[in-house]
């Protein structure tokens, strides 16, 4: 199918089937009930796992297969998003343009900061990757504020002058859209009690991931792929053998960054915004996470952890203590204060702490991250069928 093997290809159809089928899957529980508020298949959380997916799709083309761990990353992001905005600023509010800019600026930008890194290995690679997003990062917020708008952030505004569009529509900003189709638009199906929403935006997205999801799986799969691999093995090795392997290790660091910078443009498409923060240091380190926490080096484990972050980000810190009241209201008033007093904590605007424990738990037990604990219990599985099915399997020795 499409040039891939069986596995690949079931792999493909599968993470098809889980984007495709978002709305459905993130929303298992019925509307008014007291478990909805885990419910996560509304349109902007959605969009959310998608785009950091792409975001760490690309940066495990760099770090899984070549072990070159990069802490600036959000710079690529944080680019694509300014040139998508003055896209839409300066010609028209189709995504279509914003999005190309966005990776074609990225790439540019990522050929200039890994031709001087990559002249690095190691730690020194990593701490030029953060000096280069430190920088781009106090650029945007406070030197280059005629283009970047500083610490406001560029948005659009009535009077840009659009020269394939119009400046405003109704009084107001025109939306982004899709030949027409306007990314907010969106189509709810009750089925019951459930509401499931469907929007534009982000179907537009999970397409994009899907095609970013094969080129990735083509690049892990190509003689380029193997390449980098051997970089990671042992990059020493190859230079004894006479082989430049900087060629190969750019090609690799733009193609990330050029991803990154397509996460980016896809961020202005859903909301025509662009802050210096999304170059800080701590978007790097979250990418990291995501990628690491998923499982680095694999296919589907950067979309996993991306998946698995936003949804803590976004679903765990909107538990209060009201809440956590209701869930121990069955208990003795004292019994049910020293809980909530405990859990607290864990969540709300504690939630990184639960983060960082179940990140300290992978990296200790699941090296491979949560692709690999998914392999365990698949061999688990597959262990105790092979053993039910065996000859005689259950049978009881005749009695003497």
Not at 284 to 295: A, C
Request: contains cysteine; proline residues 4%; positive net charge.
């Amino acid at each position: 199918m499409l040039g891939l093997n069986r596995k690949d290809s079931l792999l493909f159809v599968v993470v098809i089937c889980l984007t495709m089928f978002a709305p459905f899957l993130l929303n298992p529980f019925p509307e008014g009930s007291e478990l909805a508020q885990f419910n996560a298949g509304y349109p902007d959380l959605m969009q959310r796992f998608v785009i950091f997916g792409i975001f760490a799709i690309g940066f495990n083309i760099l770090f899984g297969l070549t072990g070159y761990l990069s802490f600036g990353h959000a710079a690529f992001l944080g680019v694509g998003s300014y040139a998508g905005v003055w896209m839409m600023k300066l010609l028209t509010m189709n995504v279509i343009p914003a999005i190309l800019i966005s990776v074609v600026v990225a790439g540019l930008f990522s050929v200039l900061v890994g031709y001087i890194s990559l002249r690095r290995s190691g730690i020194y690679f990593s701490i030029l990757t953060l000096a280069f997003a430190q920088m781009s990062f106090s650029l945007a917020y406070s030197v280059l504020t005629p283009i970047t708008n500083g610490e406001t952030g560029l948005q659009l505004s009535l009077n840009d002058p659009r020269i394939l569009g119009v400046s405003e529509v109704d009084g107001s900003i025109p939306p982004a859209n899709l030949f027409g189709l306007s990314m907010r638009d969106s189509t709810e199906l009750a089925m019951g009690n459930w509401l499931f929403t469907f929007n534009v935006g982000y179907y537009l997205s999970a397409v994009v991931m899907l095609i970013a999801f094969y080129v990735a799986i083509r690049i892990f799969r190509s003689p380029f792929g193997m390449m980098l691999r051997a970089v990671k093995s042992n990059q020493q090795r190859l230079n004894y053998t006479g082989l430049n392997t900087k060629p190969y290790t750019l090609a690799a660091f733009v193609i990330s960054g050029m991803y990154a910078g397509l996460a980016g443009g896809l961020m202005v498409a859903m909301d025509p915004l662009a802050g210096a923060e999304r170059m800080q240091w701590t978007a790097s380190g979250e990418v990291v996470l995501m990628t690491i926490l998923g499982g680095a080096g694999t296919l589907i484990g950067p979309i996993l952890g991306a998946g698995f972050i936003k949804y803590f980000e976004n679903i765990f810190s909107k538990i209060n203590e009201s809440i956590l009241h209701q869930w121990f209201a069955f208990l003795p008033d004292g019994l049910e204060d020293a809980l909530v007093f405990m859990v607290y904590p864990f969540i709300g605007k504690g939630w990184h702490l639960t983060l960082g424990i179940m990140f300290m738990l992978v990296v200790i037990f699941l090296p491979g991250g949560l692709v690999e604990g998914g392999q365990r219990l698949g061999r688990l599985f597959r262990r105790r069928r092979k053993t039910d099915t065996k000859p005689g399997a259950g049978a009881t020795e005749p009695a003497e």
